[in-house]
C-alpha cells in the first residue's frame, strides 16, 4: 500500500493537466503582463481580458493556491516571484511556452499519447492526419503560436549555453533550424566579432528581424529560408542546431547531420543543444520532453552514446558533452 504521502503526490501528478491547462487559460488572456504594475481584482481583470467575472475569479484563486499568484482581500490579485515567469519581458520566459501547451491541436495530440505508445508512431498524425509542420506552415496563427514559444524556450536557454560554451572561437555561426533567431541573436550579442546565418523554413524566418533588432545584431546577421534536407548556407565555422534532432527519427536526423558535414568549412564544428537522457531514475524533464517528441512527432530525445552514434553515422566524432544550467547540453561534434 502506498505510503499517505505517496498517495497525494500520485494524485497531484494524475491531475497535473488540470494546472497545465489553468496556466495555459492565463498565459493566453496575458494575465501576468496585466498585473506587472499593480495589483487588480478579478472583476478588472475579467473586463481586461474579455471574460466572464466569476470564471475568471476562479481560474486566479486556483492559481493562487498553486502559488503563481497571491489572493488579498476583496478578490484582489498579484503575481507572485514564480508568477512572473508568465511575464512577457521576463528573463526566463515561460509565458510562450505555456501559450502552445494548451492549445488544441497539440492538447489533443497528448490526448491521444495511448496510439503513441502501442505503435511508436505521432500521435499528432493520428490525430490531425498529417504532421505539426505542415499543420503549422497551413495555419499562420498557430504557427505564430509556436514560434513565440521556441524564442522563448530559446531565450530561457540562451544564457546558461553561452556561459557554458565558447562561440567566441567561430566567426561564422549558421544556426540550423533556427527559428526567429533567439538563440543566435544571444550568441552574437555575446561575440561582437561574429557573424551568423539564420536558416529555418519561410514562414518561420519571416518574423526574425524583430528578435535580431531587439539584440542590435541585425547588421551581422544573414536570414536564410529554405529546407535542411535540401541544402543548407555553406562555409560556416559552425554550425547549430538547437531543438533539430530530437524532432526527428535516427535515419532522418543522420540526413540532416549529413547535410551540416558537407556544408561546413574545413576544420569546422557541429554544435548539437539538446537534452541528454540521464540515467534510469532521474531527471524527469527530458524523459518528460521525450514523450512529447514521441506523441509529435514519433521522435526522441537521446542518450549521450545515442548521440554518438549518429554523430558516427553522418561523418562526426562526439568530441564533447558540456552541460549548462538550462535542461539542454551542448554536444559537440568534430569532422571524423
Ligand atoms: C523545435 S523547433 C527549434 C527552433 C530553434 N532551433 C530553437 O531551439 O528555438 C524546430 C525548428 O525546425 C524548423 N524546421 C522544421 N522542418 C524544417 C525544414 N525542413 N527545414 C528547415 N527548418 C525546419 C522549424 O521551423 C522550427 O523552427
Known amino acids: 500500500m502506498p505510503q499517505r504521502d505517496d498517495a497525494a503526490e500520485l494524485m497531484r501528478l494524475v491531475n497535473g493537466y488540470q494546472a497545465s491547462q489553468a496556466i495555459h487559460v492565463a498565459a493566453t488572456l496575458g494575465i501576468a503582463d ?27 484563486r486556483a492559481l493562487a493556491a ?31 511556452w505555456a501559450a502552445f501547451i494548451g492549445t488544441p491541436a497539440h492538447w489533443q495530440a497528448w490526448g491521444d499519447l ?25 495555419r499562420p496563427a498557430e504557427s505564430a503560436v ?9 531565450r530561457r536557454a540562451a544564457d546558461a549555453v553561452i556561459a557554458a560554451y565558447d562561440f567566441g572561437r567561430f566567426g561564422r ?8 533567431g533567439a538563440l543566435l541573436a544571444a550568441v552574437l550579442a555575446a561575440h561582437p566579432a561574429a557573424h551568423g546565418v539564420l536558416f529555418d523554413q519561410p514562414h518561420v524566418v519571416s518574423g526574425a ?9 541585425e547588421a551581422r546577421c544573414e536570414v536564410v529560408a529554405g529546407c535542411f534536407f535540401e541544402a543548407i548556407p555553406e562555409g560556416g565555422d559552425a554550425y547549430v542546431l538547437k531543438s533539430i534532432l530530437h524532432d526527428w527519427d535516427d535515419d532522418t536526423a543522420t540526413a540532416i547531420l549529413r547535410t551540416c558535414r558537407r556544408a561546413m568549412a574545413p576544420g ?9 537522457i540521464a540515467p534510469p531514475n532521474e ?12 506523441a509529435m512527432l514519433g521522435a526522441q530525445e537521446r542518450t549521450r552514446e545515442e548521440f554518438a552514434q549518429l554523430f558516427t553515422g553522418a561523418g562526426f566524432r562526439l568530441a564533447d558533452v558540456t552541460a549548462t544550467g538550462d535542461v539542454v547540453s551542448v554536444i559537440e561534434g568534430a569532422p571524423a
Not at 498585473?35 to 472583476?43: A, F, I, N, Q, V
Not at 505508445?117 to 506552415?137: C, I, K, L, Q
Not at 509556436?146 to 530559446?154: I, N, P, Q, V
Open 283 to 294: 531527471a524527469a524533464e527530458a524523459k518528460l520532453s521525450d514523450l512529447n517528441m514521441l
Open 209 to 217: 528581424a524583430d528578435v535580431l533588432r531587439a539584440a542590435g545584431v
Open 268 to 276: 569546422g564544428a557541429l554544435i548539437v543543444i539538446e537534452r541528454v
Open 66 to 96: 498553486l502559488g503563481i499568484l497571491r489572493e488579498a482581500e476583496g478578490q484582489r490579485f498579484t503575481l507572485t516571484p514564480m508568477g512572473a515567469g508568465l511575464r512577457s519581458d521576463a528573463a526566463n520566459p515561460a509565458g510562450p
Open 34 to 60: 496585466l498585473l506587472k504594475d499593480e495589483p487588480r481584482t478579478s472583476d478588472e481583470l475579467a473586463v481586461a481580458t474579455g471574460t466572464q467575472p466569476r470564471p475568471l475569479y476562479r481560474l486566479l
Open 114 to 138: 495511448l496510439h503513441s505508445v502501442r505503435t511508436g508512431g505521432s500521435a499528432f498524425r493520428h490525430v490531425h492526419g498529417t504532421d505539426p509542420w505542415t499543420h503549422r506552415a497551413q
Open 146 to 154: 509556436f514560434d513565440r514559444a521556441m524564442t522563448g524556450l530559446s
Open 173 to 180: 555561426i549558421v544556426d540550423v533550424g533556427g527559428g526567429q
